[in-house]
T-cell receptor, first 111, second 112 residues
Framework: GQSLEQPSEVTAVEGAIVQINCTYQ??????LSWYQQHDGGAPTFLSY????GLEETGRFSSFLSRSDSYGYLLLQELQMKDSASYFC????????????FGSGTRLLVRP | NAGVTQTPKFQVLKTGQSMTLQCAQD?????MYWYRQDPGMGLRLIYY???????DKGEVPNGYNVSRLNKREFSLRLESAAPSQTSVYFC???????????FGQGTRLTVV
């Protein structure tokens, strides 16, 4: 099976950098992905790491280390609109392709 | 460009009533999913369908049934609703090979 752990809450100041960590246990997976969800909204895709290393998409970067079963999402130049919940997710490496999510990290950006 | 469409958006049921949540996607995706989201619990997988004609249980399937009617549609049925099923339900779809999942806007279900 798969399980993922994330901190429940993170607080940061506007303009700062914040890192949201995700550790996972899985028998096999295709990669680690990240989703953002604003209150009352639906999750939306942010990034995906199939291989070890850093992937950068604008102000957001995501990192994966398969040997450490660890990944993180890095948000730079924080803006108030970045206040949301962030979920890491893994896709099973079997024919099911099922997508399992962590419990989410609530990010609060303060002025 | 509808993406993933869920109906209804809101629903209130009495304990013991049944209902079906509808989901349709127009992106020709093979895989479809039903999740429930409770405060502090993240997204928990109820059922999924890796391709048309197949369905499998996820993490929390008890009390639910699903039907993959065709490639576009994947419905979730509550046969006898219980207060513990009060939650926000999300349908999602993705290509098999692509990890990006697209979500519907959710159904807010209250069972009283």
């Amino acid at each position: 099976g798969q399980s993922l752990e994330q901190p429940s809450e993170v607080t940061a100041v506007e303009g700062a950098i914040v890192q949201i960590n995700c550790t996972y246990q899985t028998s096999g997976f295709y990669g680690l992905s990240w989703y953002q969800q604003h209150d009352g909204g639906a999750p939306t895709f942010l990034s995906y790491n199939a291989l070890d290393g850093l992937e950068e998409t604008g102000r957001f970067s995501s990192f994966l280390s398969r040997s450490d079963s660890y990944g993180y999402l890095l948000l730079q130049e924080l803006q108030m609109k970045d206040s949301a919940s962030y979920f890491c997710a893994v896709r099973a490496a079997d024919s099911s392709y099922k997508l399992i999510f962590g419990s989410g990290t609530r990010l609060l950006v303060r002025p | 460009n509808a993406g993933v469409t869920q109906t209804p958006k809101f629903q209130v049921l009495k304990t013991g009533q049944s209902m079906t949540l509808q989901c349709a996607q127009d992106m020709n995706h093979n895989s479809m999913y039903w999740y429930r989201q409770d405060p502090g619990m993240g997204l928990r997988l109820i059922y999924y369908s890796a391709s048309e004609g197949t369905t499998d249980k996820g993490e929390v399937p008890n009390g639910y049934n699903v039907s993959r009617l065709n490639k576009r549609e994947f419905s979730l049925r509550l046969e006898s609703a219980a207060p513990s099923q009060t939650s926000v339900y999300f349908c999602a779809s993705s290509k098999k090979e692509n990890t990006e999942a697209f979500f519907g806007q959710g159904t807010r279900l209250t069972v009283v």
